[in-house]
């Protein structure tokens, strides 16, 4: 069954560094998101994207974040001066309908 | 806005037992819902979904849920627990649009004794 990769698993990086977070989506797939877990509390939507542009971003997605789809296959999410209150695991998601289906995901930490 | 309220963020059930996990939502439109299972350092897996056709759903692994429109609800049930079901349950809201962001409940961890 074709599956959603995330890369890598695990992210150390330094406070104020930039981090990129990858995604490969399911090949057929039209809908792409990223959401993120803070440990001990519940799954967080931060941005979806459809046709090469952002569809919809929730408020903790500002300006220190962007999206990209860099070329046919991979699914990126750049944090561009990283905060000790961005450590948590990002997930990635892409669907074709309403279901989506999700990665494994980045656990990211920041010191 | 949409919401999701799971009761009970921990629920320990025997082996053999009925596994009943609780869901409700708040919509203002009709609501997609899904019940998401994850496993200790893995992603989010898609146990069921309802959109809209038959209001009881059934899932991987035994379970299923029953949405009620009148009571805003969505609990998930399997009839009989195994141990390997032992996992945190997510339950999740979105709109009727194709590319309708999740909104997810605070998750429910699951744990099945002998």
């Known amino acids: 069954e074709p599956e959603v990769t995330q890369t890598p698993s695990h992210q150390v990086t330094q406070m104020g560094q930039e981090v990129i977070l990858r995604c490969v989506p399911i090949s057929n797939h039209l809908y792409f998101y990223w959401y993120r877990q803070i440990l001990g509390q519940k799954v967080e939507f931060l941005v979806s994207?459809?046709?090469?542009?952002?569809?919809?971003k929730s408020e903790i997605f500002d300006d220190q974040f962007s999206v990209e789809r860099p070329d046919g296959s991979n699914f990126t999410l750049k944090i561009r001066s990283t905060k000790l209150e961005d450590s948590a695991m990002y997930f990635c998601a892409s669907s074709l309908g309403p279901t989506q289906h999700f990665g494994d995901g980045t656990r990211l930490s920041i010191l | 806005a949409q919401s999701v309220t799971q009761l009970g963020s921990h629920v320990s059930v025997s082996e053999g037992a009925l596994v009943l996990l609780r869901c409700n939502y708040s919509?203002?439109?009709?609501?997609?819902l899904f019940w998401y299972v994850q496993y200790p350092n893995q992603g989010l897996q898609l146990l069921l979904k309802y959109t809209s056709a038959a209001t009881l759903v059934k899932g991987i692994n035994g379970f299923e849920a029953e949405f009620k429109k009148s009571e805003t609800s969505f609990h998930l049930t399997k009839p009989s627990a195994h141990m390997s079901d032992a996992a945190e349950y997510f339950c999740?809201?979105?709109?009727?649009?194709?590319?309708?962001?999740?909104?997810f409940g605070t998750g429910t961890r699951l744990q099945v004794t002998l």
């Open positions: 994207f459809y046709n090469n542009e952002i569809s919809e």
């Open positions: 919509s203002s439109v009709p609501p997609y």
């Open positions: 999740a809201v979105s709109t009727t649009g194709t590319a309708s962001k999740l909104t």
